[in-house]
């Protein structure tokens, strides 16, 4: 509850680009390729230089933090809310036939 910001929908709209990651992550077809380069970075230290490795390491890092902010902000997070490609789907009630309505 601490972490919790007081603005937190103005802080959730500064967020934006954490929100597409932390859904974008997410996909199997993006975090795949993503996983080989930062376990293959591990491998390849003969050949890609130390500050090279330390930018690949460094974005699992903004990963972590994308989720974290995603979860804390989770109620404004357009993709989880509708009208942001999210899943949402709006129940309707049911039509009753004509010959049912009160009407
Ligand atoms: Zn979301």
């Keep these: 509850m601490l972490s919790m910001p007081l603005n937190a ?8 680009l954490r929100f597409w990651l932390a859904h974008s992550a997410t996909d199997p ?18 050949i890609i230089t130390p500050w090279g490795w330390a930018a690949i390491q460094l974005t ?3 990963l972590v ?3 974290s902010t ?13 009208g942001g490609g999210g899943s949402h789907v709006e ?8 010959d049912r309505q009160l009407v």
């Design 9 to 16: 929908a103005e802080r959730a709209s500064q967020y934006q």
């Design 29 to 46: 077809r993006i975090i795949a390729p993503y996983l080989i380069v930062l376990i293959g970075s591990n491998f390849a230290i003969g």
């Design 60 to 62: 699992m890092v903004y």
């Design 65 to 67: 933090l994308a989720y």
């Design 70 to 82: 995603h979860r804390k902000l989770q109620p404004w997070c357009p993709w989880c809310s509708e």
């Design 91 to 98: 129940d309707l009630p049911p039509v009753l036939p004509r």
